[in-house]
């Protein structure tokens, strides 16, 4: 059969879930969506203060277009692009102090043949004081065309190892560390340097 919500077709459901006291396995949880598929495995162990967690996910090939006009409608019409994603995290308890000691992992996005209009206010809060410094207006207007986001997380911290951010005038880069604080709110993102260049036309 299928499943549909509003721009989503869900075909090809399958899934186990298995319990056993405070432990919770779902494995497998796959499914294709708009035509791609997605997957998803998690091992919880909710018997234990904090809980305990192991969690995978993946999709390859997600078209963004229905996810948006779905779930955001006052952005119909304004993203659309291909997503490969993947996660893999792992650890115990859900505050800074516990983060710290036990999170482990890595998680992946990639966006491709991408055009998402940055009508945002969070996104004009970042474009426009650059067109204004540069006297280009054409950057506020361009559409993102691509993004590439890599993460590790261990030892105490969140590693950014790429995040590469493309559209056909211009391209920025920025990498960083970000130490997860006891209060995990307090977890600073430090002053990460950003490269941003232009396209030779500019």
């Given at each position: ?15 186990t ?8 396995v779902?494995?497998p ?6 035509g ?14 904090g ?27 304004n ?7 993947n ?14 000691k036990?999170?482990v992992?890595?998680a ?26 540069l ?7 361009a559409?993102?065309?691509g ?11 969140i ?5 590469d ?6 391209r ?28 030779r036309?500019l």
């Open positions: 059969g299928r499943i549909y919500l509003r721009e989503l077709d869900v075909t090809n459901l399958k899934t879930l298995k319990l056993d006291g405070g432990q919770v779902l494995k949880f796959q499914l294709v969506l708009n791609a598929p997605v997957s998803a495995n998690a091992d919880l162990n909710l018997g234990v203060p809980y305990q967690y192991d969690l995978q996910f993946k999709a390859d090939g997600v078209s963004i277009a229905p996810l948006t006009d779905t779930f955001s409608p006052d952005y119909k019409g993203a659309a692009g291909t997503l490969f994603a996660a893999q995290i792992k650890g115990a308890g859900i505050t800074g102090v516990n983060l710290q036990n999170l992992g890595n992946s996005v990639v966006l491709t043949n991408a055009d998402i209009q940055l009508v945002g206010p969070k996104a004009r809060k970042l474009i426009t004081p650059i067109a204004l410094v006297n280009l207006n054409e950057l506020t207007s559409p993102l065309t993004l590439n986001l890599q993460i590790k997380t261990g030892a105490g911290q590693n950014v190892t790429q995040c951010v493309l559209s056909s005038v211009f920025a880069n920025v990498t960083g560390v970000m130490p997860i604080a006891t209060v995990l709110n307090d977890s600073p993102f430090g002053n990460w340097p950003v490269n941003f260049s232009l396209s036309s």
